[in-house]
């Protein structure tokens, strides 16, 4: 099976402006999940989605959002970009083919966010 | 709530020597624990995850764990490093079990360094 993919690996942003990071899960996963790493803060949870609907969300500020497709296919966006927002945007996926799930997430190479 | 820390952040050890890096967590339901890899401008990997079960696990690259409920540690061991070790690691922790509850909570991260 092909891994977790993101796009684009790198981008490069001015404050102000707003960015969209694109996700793939592993096909058949239906959970898809955020990560924000940073050397300061390390890495912190941003949302989770499955079905379309988001079901947890961490401690960010509403500027971050994100989507699920039909297709488990998931979208972050990031408006008014702040220097603070220069980060790795790892994104991971989960199966739930079996219950009660095993929380394993695998995680894709992620977007390096540059906000200048 | 739940919380990991890794005791030391920076850890070396001589190719062939044990590898043991430390991890202690807070959950207050039982709890899910994982070790992960991250190798320089990589995503993470997964290296093994306790769920429930034997309490040794046994993970890939010869990485081993044991989760000691009575010491709330599950700390990573390999008994031979490797020079392909070289990375940084990262404890997490979920209150698994149950669907809606796939959050993953990280540790700082160690950083291994492999002397030759």
């Known amino acids: 099976k092909a891994g977790v993919t993101q796009t684009p690996r790198y981008l490069i942003k001015t404050r102000g402006q707003q960015v969209t990071l694109s996700c793939s899960p592993i096909?058949?996963?239906?959970?898809v999940s955020w990560y924000q790493q940073t050397p300061g803060q390390g890495l912190q949870f941003l949302f989770e989605?499955?079905?379309?609907?988001?079901?947890n969300k961490g401690n960010f500020p509403g500027r971050f959002s994100g989507r699920q497709f039909s297709n488990s296919r998931s979208e972050m966006n990031v408006s008014t970009l702040e220097l603070g927002d220069s980060a790795l945007y790892l994104c991971?996926?989960?199966?739930?083919?079996?219950?009660?799930?095993?929380?394993?997430?695998?995680f894709g190479p992620g977007t390096r966010l540059t906000v200048t | 709530a739940q919380s990991v820390t890794q005791l030391g952040s920076h850890v070396s050890v001589s190719e062939g020597a044990l590898v043991l890096l430390r991890c202690n967590y807070s959950?207050?339901?039982?709890?899910?624990l994982f070790w992960y890899v991250q190798y320089p401008n990589q995503g993470l990997q997964l290296l093994l995850k306790?769920?429930?079960?034997?309490?040794l696990v046994k993970g890939i690259n010869g990485f081993e764990a044991e989760f000691k409920k009575s010491e709330t540690s599950f700390h990573l061991t390999k008994p031979s490093a490797h020079m392909s070790d070289a990375a940084e690691y990262f404890c997490?922790?979920?209150?698994?079990?149950?669907?809606?509850?796939?959050?993953?909570?990280f540790g700082t991260g160690t950083r291994l360094t492999i002397i030759p």
């Open positions: 997490a922790v979920s209150p698994g079990g149950s669907f809606g509850n796939e959050k993953l909570t």
């Open positions: 959950s207050s339901v039982p709890p899910y």
């Open positions: 306790y769920t429930t079960g034997a309490t």
């Open positions: 096909s058949g996963h239906r959970s």
């Open positions: 989605y499955f079905s379309e609907t988001q079901r």
């Open positions: 991971a996926s989960s199966s739930y083919a079996r219950a009660p799930p095993l929380g394993e997430q695998y």
